[in-house]
């Protein structure tokens, strides 16, 4: 395989798309010397084949807003890649959704599944519907006709959405419930249910505890404690409110939080109290998170993002490209040696670049954020066995699950001088699977 080649194949086969682009020249770059180990890769053009999702659904949504008026917008499932499993990934609902961005996110998704060292294939989908200031009528009414025109691509042995942003309980509520009055069965084609209908304790926290889990480990190879470490976290909804919850109890200090109006910055750090009031604030007013400045009386930056903040470790979990080349200088300047990422590609490539020549710890979103979707894995299993294990079993095997993804990124990544390139680590370990896996079935 010839990186550069596939990639200029690609740009001229699929124009426009350069978040995709973005996400394949990175695992392109990093696994080219393990492929070329295998001639037989070329010989039956896996590189093409992995990169080009297997099929694309897109199709309008039509429903009635509360004014009356007829609204329509995008609906799309990418089905990446089904070598090892059922496509699995989540849901986005966000304006600025479109087929790059969730061939992307489907792309990251085959690999990230492929750590979790369960049976998952990979696979995204979303729509341009932006949930803010609809009410919970305009909501439901979105989410059945989404699904009106979906159901008939998924199910509990093909594909298993989930949520993302824009997506949590409650939408995957509505959509599951529209799935099984179309479908007529009920054995899960979705996770991140409620508790009541199959869906898995830890659920909701997994992304972030287990974002934090993969941390512990990476310190864990330098010897450095959590304990009174200073942490900027951007992002307030899922993933960051669990991020946080789990490091306030760790005895971290976690100093900003964010939205896509601007970012806290509270010198004091945020405490279970003030944490409680966000997921008040984010959950159930769906205010903005200015209204945390307001009641504790703390910096508030309007239309900036958290990292030329001074801190040990930085979390983004917002959204892709929110720390560039000139934030991870201001990251390195001030002194932070770990970043762990709950997005997906929240780093830039000029970002990462700067993070793994400086050698600090950096962990790439496709291993350190795979417990939401290894959690997700678990609820399938539980929904098959139709039973729940309790939240202490989930949480252990989330914890087993990130200490092996850890594992991967330092039998693939660690270099001649000692440092683990996890990015290296986790593209090489997810891609071998994936790989073997499609080579064993045959040219599909
Ligand atoms: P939520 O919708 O719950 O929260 C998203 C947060 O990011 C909100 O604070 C939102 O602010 C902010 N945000 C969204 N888009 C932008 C933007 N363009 N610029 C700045 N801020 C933005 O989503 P999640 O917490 O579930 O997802 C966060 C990230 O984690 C995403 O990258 C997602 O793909 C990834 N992820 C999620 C998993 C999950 O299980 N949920 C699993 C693995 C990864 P606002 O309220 O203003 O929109
Ligand atoms: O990016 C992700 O891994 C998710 N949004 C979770 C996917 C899932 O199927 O739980």
Redesign the pocket.
Known sequence: MNAQKVLSDLKRRFPNEPEYHQAVAEVLGTIEEAYNEHPEFDRYNLIERLCIPDRVFSFRVTWVDDKGQVQTNMGYRIQHNNAIGPYKG?IRF?S?VNLSILKFLAFEQTFKNSLTTLPMGGGKGGSDFSP?GKSDAEIMRFCQAFIAELWRHIGPQTDVPA????V?GREVGYMYGMYKKMARENTGTFTGKGLEFGGSLIRPEA?GYGNVYFLLEMLKTRNIDIKGKVVAVS??????QYTVQKLISLGAKVITM????GYIYDPDGIDEEKLAYIFELKNLYRGRIREYAEKYGCKYVEGARPWNEKCDIAMP????N?IDGDDARALLANGCFAVSE???MPSTPEAIEEFINAKILYAP?KAA?AG??SVSGLEMTQNSIKLSWTKEEVDARLKQIMFDIHTQCVKYGTQSDGYVNYVKGANVAGFMKVAKAMMAQGVL
Do not use: F, L, M, Y
């Not at 992002?235 to 960051?240: D, F, K, T």
């Open positions: 989540g966000h600025s803010r949520g993302d942003i824009g949590g992304t992002g307030s909804g899922n993933v960051a964010s939205d896509s109006n979990s917002a959204t892709q929110e709950g997005a997906n979103g954020n939401g979707v």
